[in-house]
């Protein structure tokens, strides 16, 4: 973080000092360091350093760290700045996996996220002993990206302690053991939706189809194929949610049958059977039909339109079909968006009225369908 240009405090835990002495860290921060509140009272350092962050990052966080967070024991200086910090908070676990997985760090972490406090999964490999599983430290470069993406955000931690099931990709219907029908989904969009929840301090789902993304951290991934099993997912995944974003390309009709071995070629160069498909369950329109009081329900739409009008025009006839809170109109043809880096789009309004008209990266309409989903949410 310091190479990045940030000015960095360090306090360590008493147990940190063990492995990490003060001067390595006053030498590697360029300030004095401290575990105790007792050191330099006058300057108050144990409610000034929690104002000063713009983040505050606890990395490792220890079991013992994360159950004195939750509980809201302040008996150092580092839980008496957690206790006077406004600003975002990132913890990074590391512990063996059975301290990890124990209903006790389950909860306090659980505890912790719903007030907000971005607590990361740890990564899954070898941990200090000849163990390995879930509990090992995220990489350092993981950890300071997910640390970037909250500062590029500024002060804006409006989803702080919500839960947001995001979905993306393309599904694929099979055919065949080696076929499916698929679509040019590449999950671009629904990535730079759960980044920018993640950064915003949300609690976030992400049920992929396929895609061509590699993992969040910090983001919990349900991987999916067929149309049916996005569904599936996304009802099990949404029940407790606060807001549900549709971003993925679900298939609307699937092969009627599925053939058990590799369909072939006809010895005789007659021509193949055709190819029967039958509708798919609309995801967002069951989604719509099961929405709880106070539930956001985002669905997008991809049109090939004429133009504006048009593209307005049959936004504003799938709001009515669906009957989402809000729909992200698109506009599809000629190969536009679809795995590029840009998107064109339009957030209607469930009256069908224009909330926000969209031009640029990915990661701003993100940010510009968030901004509509907190107005919603509150
Ligand atoms: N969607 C869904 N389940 C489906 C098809 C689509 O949940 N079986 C969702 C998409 O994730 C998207 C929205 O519905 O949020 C609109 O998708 P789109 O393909 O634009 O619309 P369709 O409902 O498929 O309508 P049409 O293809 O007839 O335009």
């Known amino acids: 973080m310091r190479e990045e240009g940030h000015d960095v405090r360090v306090v ?38 929690g104002q000063w962050a713009d ?57 912790l996220r719903a007030r907000g406090v971005t607590v990361l999964d740890p990564a899954v490999g070898r941990l200090t002993g000849a163990d390995s599983g879930p509990g090992r430290l995220p990489e350092p470069a993981d950890l300071a990206r997910v640390v970037e993406e909250i500062l590029a955000g500024g002060a804006t931690h409006d989803l ?72 599936a ?3 099990a995944e949404s029940a407790g949610a606060d807001a549900i974003v549709m971003a993925a390309a679900v298939a609307d009709f699937r092969p009627a049958g599925y053939s058990e071995s590799k369909i072939k070629k006809a010895d005789d160069g007659s021509e193949p059977e055709p190819v029967m498909l039958v509708r798919n369950t609309d995801v967002l329109a069951d989604l719509v039909a099961r929405r709880h009081p106070g539930q956001v329900v985002v669905g997008f739409a991809a049109e090939t339109a004429a133009g504006a009008d048009d593209l307005l025009a049959l936004g504003r006839a799938k709001l009515a079909r669906k009957g989402c809170d809000l729909l992200v109109v698109n506009d599809v043809s000629e190969g536009r968006v679809f795995g590029l880096d840009t998107n064109d789009a339009v957030i209607l309004g469930a009256d069908g009225t224009i909330v926000a008209d969209a031009h640029g990266s990915k990661e701003s309409l993100a940010d510009a369908i968030w901004d509509a989903v907190v107005k919603r949410l509150a």
Not at 20 to 44: F, I, N, R
Not at 81 to 94: E, F, G, I, K, Y
Not at 166 to 184: C, I, K, M, Y
């Open 12 to 49: 360590p835990t008493d147990s940190a000092l063990r492995f990490v002495g003060a001067p390595t860290w006053e030498a590697l921060s360029g300030h004095p360091v401290s575990t105790q509140v007792w050191d330099d009272v006058a300057d108050v350092q144990h409610v000034r350093l």
């Open 160 to 231: 702080a302690g919500r839960r947001i099931v995001v979905s993306a990709g393309g599904t694929r219907e099979p055919l065949d053991p080696v076929r499916f029908l698929g679509n040019r989904s590449s999950g671009r969009q629904g990535w730079a939706l759960a980044r920018r929840a993640r950064a915003r301090g949300a609690d976030v789902v992400l049920v992929a189809a396929h895609v061509d993304q590699p993992a969040i951290p910090g983001v919990r991934t349900v991987h999916v194929g067929t149309a049916a099993q996005m569904h």
């Open 233 to 235: 997912a996304m009802v």
């Open 55 to 111: 983040v505050v990052i606890v990395a490792p966080a220890t079991a013992n760290t994360i159950a004195r967070a939750a509980a809201g024991i302040a008996d150092d200086l580092l839980t008496t700045s957690l206790l006077t910090a406004t600003c975002p908070v990132v913890m990074a676990p590391a512990m063996h996996t059975e301290m990890w997985l124990h209903p006790a760090t389950q909860a306090n972490v659980a505890t």
